[in-house]
């Protein structure tokens, strides 16, 4: 298994406030922040997100992220940035829920496949606690990040509603 953050709740708290500190570059608006996850809203793209960070993690700077971008007609799109960077040839599996989801990858990314994979994944989210995103280092090394989800449905709920179009 990865390292374990130190301080868990303490690290959580300093990421999200680095976050919330960092991201009114990224986003004009923030919608909430909700336990371990927040919302934003940038009006100028127009793009709403809810994004939480790992609790525990193999590396710095991973997240999960639920995009919304009203303009090109997209809703609920998965997102996932890993901690460390991804062996070439190793894929990255997302698992809520007691599901399993491989993702599309390119560098340290990964999404859903298609409309239906984003939605199932947010529902296994939703009926969950945590989440983990698994990839093989180019070290080889496992990557593994945990996410706990107290907060997830909430922001994806504002950031829905950030970027409903009227």
Known sequence: MGRRAGGKGLRLAACLM???LAVPLLAKDRLGAYQAWAAFKDPEVPRCYAI?????????????????????GMTHQVYVRLS???G????????AGGRRFRLNTDGNGGWAKDRAMDLAIIAAMRSSQSLSVQSRGVNGGNIIDAYALRGAASAIDAAALGCATR
Do not use: H, M, Q
């Open 18 to 20: 680095l976050a919330l």
């Open 52 to 72: 939480g960070s790992p609790e525990e993690s193999s590396g710095e700077g991973g997240y999960v992220s639920i995009s919304f971008l009203p303009k090109r």
């Open 84 to 86: 460390r960077n991804r």
């Open 88 to 95: 070439v040839d190793s894929g990255i599996t997302l698992t």
